[in-house]
């Protein structure tokens, strides 16, 4: 099969050549791939992260079509349409068993520590693999394993409740414009910080700039300012993001494209009785709830890249231009 593969680390190491068609085993499902997400970790992930198999292909985020089913697999046939849920569990260990599926103490994640969705076929174990309700288009449907679910586990452990407001820093990005609409779907007040036009039409009921974010989130809000402030960029806009947190507010955070050593002023924190969270990707019941609560949702795409051409749609994530995400179409 043809892929994009890479035996050292470096982008400019990444190629798209044949790679071994995978073999499947007995309790494992052969996905063609139909489309999969450019995310910064798969930049990461060619770049600097410690992955296996060499030589390896990446890709934590797709979604195809059943090809072929192993002997043991009973919920699948060629022919469905299907997703995948990205993180690797044993389903034994103490988080495990706690629903903690995105946290197991000896998993690992898909496109990382197994060969991923930069190719046109993948093989992986039926555990992992969901069909797709009625309706999902491509671009939703590869998108929810992270952006998606990302927003959605933070949103579900910040307790966001209906009448209170969210502020989301990075608003138009892969994970942002999920946790605005979802946000939305949790009955919250939405405020977007972003330089992008578009988000009123994802759900937001106020885009502001990174510029005036205090000024604003403070006249929408009465000066009572965010119940729940999603920071996904990092040490770039940690400081703003902890001025407009209110009193008993959450601060959740799970990136760092901006930086990853922040500064926090012990002062803010506990005078507001304020909490900060760090969250991971998400559970299996995130996931499965999930499918059911995004089937509407939007994805803002940018650009989509056939599967040769790759190397181009990694380097194009960091791209000022940017505007939604950038897809991998696999023929």
Not at 43 to 58: C, D, G, W, Y
Not at 67 to 96: L, S
Not at 313 to 321: F, N, P
Request: charge should be neutral; glycine fraction near 12%.
């Amino acid at each position: 099969m043809k892929a994009l593969v890479f035996q050292k680390s470096g982008i400019e190491n990444l190629r798209y050549t044949y790679y071994d068609d995978p073999q499947l085993g007995k309790h494992e499902v052969l996905v063609k791939v139909r489309m999969a997400g450019v995310d910064p970790v798969d930049l990461m992930t060619v770049n600097s992260l410690k992955v296996k198999p060499i030589p390896h292909i990446p890709g934590t985020e797709f979604a195809g079509e059943v090809e072929k089913v192993g002997d043991q697999v009973m919920d699948f046939t060629p022919g469905d349409k299907v997703t995948v849920y990205g993180k690797i569990y044993d389903g034994t260990c103490d988080m495990c068993m706690a629903g903690y599926e995105t946290v197991c103490r000896n998993g690992g994640r898909v496109g990382i520590d197994t060969n991923g969705g930069y190719a046109e076929y993948v093989a992986i174990d039926e555990k992992y693999v969901h069909k797709l309700p009625e309706g999902y288009g491509w671009e939703l449907a590869s998108s929810l394993s992270i952006s998606a679910l990302t927003a959605y586990h933070a949103l579900k452990e910040a307790a966001l409740k209906p009448g209170q407001t969210l502020v989301v820093f990075g608003a138009s990005g892969n994970t942002g414009m999920f946790l605005v609409q979802l946000g939305k779907k949790f009955g919250a007040k939405v405020i977007a910080v972003t330089t992008k036009s578009w988000l009123g039409e994802m759900g937001a009921d106020l885009s502001v700039s990174y510029d005036e974010v205090e000024e604003k989130v403070g006249e929408f809000t009465h000066g009572r300012m965010g119940d729940v402030v999603v920071n996904s960029l990092g040490k770039a806009f940690w400081e703003k993001g902890m001025k407009v947190v209110g009193v008993r507010g959450k601060v959740v955070t799970f990136g760092t494209l901006l930086g990853s050593e922040a500064t926090v002023n012990l002062y803010q924190l506990y005078s507001k009785h304020v909490s900060i969270m760090g969250v991971n990707r998400g559970n299996r019941s995130d996931f499965v709830e999930l499918l059911d609560l995004c089937k509407d949702c939007k994805v803002k795409v940018w650009k989509k890249f056939p599967l040769e051409e790759g190397v181009s749609a990694l380097r194009s994530i960091g791209s000022g231009e940017r505007d939604g995400r950038v897809m991998i179409e696999v023929e």
